[in-house]
């Protein structure tokens, strides 16, 4: 039972030019909506995140959009850095428990 | 910045065998989290603790698992008797913040998670 998707498995970004990371989410219940970074071999690290009753959030060269009617979450990394080369988790706050994506690969292009 | 810290960082144990975990929460959090990655797999979630209980655990957490906060602050995950497919990065995160509460996620108030301890199963 996936309730959270990531569909892009991997995504590759010149650097300097917008990165664009999906998520879908099928529990309309859920509370709030976190997006994590996670390089290999560490632990994920918290990014950014967003209250299911807004749907925008900016911190800096990251954005997250939530449209509730379609379901949709999506992280926008502007200007692309080659750190910013890792993997992204979208996650979904559900009474106790976080849910994770399966993940998105980006890759950074020099 | 705070930080949760895991050990080991790598084990490998005999199927069979037992298994401690280890995690030191961020010293004024109150609520614990175990998630494990299978390789090429998604986070998921095993089990949260708070104020001395599990508060609630996923059908992955069955009676092989079990937690302990046995001192205050280390944060414990037991396997008893380990399988091949327990092989997996095991994850501690920490929060001061229940989820859903309606507090704002932000820096300074969300779930930490620690490096991970990677276990492998013969």
């Known amino acids: 039972d996936q309730q959270v998707k990531q569909n892009s498995p991997s995504l590759s970004v010149q650097e300097g030019r917008i990165s664009i990371l999906n998520c879908d989410y099928t529990?309309?219940?859920?509370?709030?909506f976190l997006w994590y970074k996670k390089y290999p071999a560490e632990g994920p690290t918290f990014l950014i995140s967003i209250s299911s009753i807004k749907d925008k959030n900016e911190d800096g060269r990251f954005t997250v959009f939530l449209n509730k009617s379609a379901k949709h979450l999506s992280l926008h990394i502007v200007p692309s850095q080659p750190g910013d080369s890792a993997v992204y988790f979208c996650?979904?706050?559900?009474?106790?428990?976080?849910?994770f994506g399966k993940g998105t690969r980006l890759h950074i292009l020099p | 910045e705070p930080e949760v810290t895991q050990t080991p960082s790598h084990q490998v144990t005999q199927m069979g065998q037992e298994v401690i975990l280890r995690c030191v929460p961020i010293s004024n959090h109150l609520y614990f989290y175990w998630y494990r990655q299978i390789l090429g797999q998604k986070v998921e979630f095993l089990v949260s603790f708070y104020n001395n209980e599990i508060s609630e655990k996923s059908e992955i957490f069955d009676d092989q698992f079990s937690v302990e906060r046995p001192d205050g602050s280390n944060f414990t995950l037991k396997i008893r008797s380990t399988k091949l497919e327990d092989s997996a990065m095991y994850f501690c995160?920490?929060?001061?913040?229940?989820?859903?509460?309606?507090?704002?996620?932000?820096?300074?108030?969300?779930?930490?998670f620690g490096e991970g301890s990677w276990l492998t199963v013969v």
């Open positions: 996650a979904a706050i559900r009474d106790d428990k976080i849910i």
């Open positions: 529990n309309s219940m859920f509370d709030y």
């Open positions: 995160a920490s929060s001061l913040l229940e989820p859903g509460t309606g507090q704002h996620y932000s820096s300074g108030n969300t779930i930490y």
